[in-house]
């Protein structure tokens, strides 16, 4: 039988009829000239009598009975997608695994980044694999640090797109964060692009709000969250003492007269005053923790730059929150936009005391963005930039990604060891593993 994707890819399984509770699947995938190999999977019938609750509106489990027969019939998307892996996958893996167990001691903690997965084509494979990892190596949680598709799509389109991701991040079974992307909030089609032909109505953008309901309401029982409407929280990692603080970049109000969306966040970037408050008073405050003075904090966002607005607030936070001392700042600024010809005014008043705690550690900002792999001291703090995992090649630095290969894809684990400031960053996929200190 056959399973195409988008008229591209052929999907040729063979099924071997096993008893009346299971059958075994091979597969092989066609698209052009290439042909890959995939894993036989054996599949039972009680693979289709439920539906795990996590999963966002999947659909209802399906009912089954009489023959294996029928319950191939019944597989969902979900079900298929566990067919799809390319044979090489599960040896990366095992490679993988293997180098981190090896940066693994008392001292350190693990986690899953990827970001800029973008488009549909190998959505599945991108993350899919780095949820697959969980399964080899203890993680702490899995980041995706944006873009998570390209936003040339009707919302509902673009919602069907995040539902495959999540579906497959979720099946990691440890916390899931997300941190929106400048794509996310379906700028291109919002502005006009693909088909739209009533640009700028504030219907076509996606609200924060929906993304944090898209996304990161699986993951409310794990994180402390500041805003859904605005898509800001921490994160905290108990054994390792480290807060992960997923702050948005693009969290300026871009509206119009009446309150709703207009301006995409594509080219806006600054943080909300609401947001730095929360920053200098909730996500830093460590007086509710018995070892307050041991706990240290990682920053990811989608974009890290001097080109946010308020991003100088930002750091004079931290400042105070690395030394122990208080910060102030207030004034406004404005930004003139180039589409509607309009001048929009944003003050702010943020006021942070750490006095009274002791001097925190800030270990990284972690993002994505760039589509490159980079290290950098940004207003004295390190910067860590991650290659994107789509197929798209957008910088001169950037390796060559090949659809149906071992580089097809880009995502790291970190291996954080606080003891001897240490960042360990090993590659899955196109790039190389690195290494830095802090």
Not at 52 to 66: D, F, I, N, S, V
Not at 303 to 318: A, C, Q, R
Request: hydrophobic letters at 35%.
């Amino acid at each position: 039988m056959d399973y195409s994707s988008e008229n591209t890819v052929t999907i040729v399984f063979t099924v071997t009829w096993v008893n009346e509770s299971s059958v075994i699947i091979h597969g092989r995938r066609s698209k052009a000239d290439q042909t890959v190999p995939l894993y036989g999977v054996k599949l039972h019938m009680d693979k289709f009598s439920r539906t795990p609750e996590h999963l966002p509106e999947q659909e209802p489990a399906r009912k089954t009975g009489r023959s294996a027969g029928d319950a191939f019939a019944d597989l969902t998307e979900l079900r298929i997608r566990e067919l799809l892996f390319p044979a090489y996958i599960r040896p990366m893996l095992n490679d993988m695994a293997e180098k981190v167990r090896l940066l693994q001691n008392e001292n350190t903690f693990s986690f899953g980044f990827i970001t800029d997965t973008h488009t549909e084509d190998h959505i599945v494979h991108h993350c899919g694999s780095i949820s697959g990892a969980s399964k080899y190596i203890p993680l702490s949680f899995i980041a995706h640090g944006g873009d998570i598709t390209d936003g040339f799509l009707p919302k509902p389109d673009e919602f069907r797109l995040i539902r495959k991701a999540v579906n497959c991040l979720l099946e990691a079974r440890v916390p899931l964060l997300y941190a929106k992307g400048n794509h996310d909030d379906n700028n291109f089609y919002g502005r006009g692009a693909r088909g739209n032909a009533i640009p700028d109505q504030a219907e076509n953008f996606t609200k924060d709000i929906e993304l944090y309901n898209q996304i990161m309401k699986f993951s409310e029982k794990d994180i402390t969250v500041g805003s859904r409407e605005n898509l800001y929280y921490y994160y905290d990692d108990e054994n390792a003492k480290v807060r992960v603080i997923v702050w948005n970049a693009f969290d300026l109000p871009w509206v119009d007269q009446d309150g709703e969306k207009l301006l995409s966040s594509m080219y806006n970037k600054g943080l909300n005053q609401n947001q730095l408050k929360w920053i200098a008073t909730e996500a830093l405050d460590f007086s509710s923790k018995a070892d307050s003075g041991a706990w240290g904090i990682i920053l990811i966002s989608h974009y890290v730059g001097t080109s946010i607005k308020n991003f100088d607030i930002l750091t004079g936070i931290l400042d105070a929150y690395a030394s122990g001392t208080t910060y102030f700042a207030s004034g406004s600024f404005t930004h003139d936009d180039h589409r509607t010809k309009t001048t929009l005014t944003f003050p702010y008043a943020v006021s942070a005391d750490f006095t009274g705690q002791t001097p925190g550690e800030v270990i990284a900002f972690i993002s994505g963005d760039t589509h490159r792999d980079r290290m950098s001291t940004i207003n004295g703090y390190l910067s860590i930039e991650c290659l994107n995992a789509s197929l798209a090649k957008d910088h001169e630095s950037a390796p060559v990604k090949t659809n149906f290969t071992r580089t097809e894809t880009a995502w790291d684990i970190f291996t954080v060891d606080r003891v001897n400031r240490a960042i360990n960053m090993t590659r899955f996929g196109a790039g190389e593993d690195r290494a830095t200190r802090y």
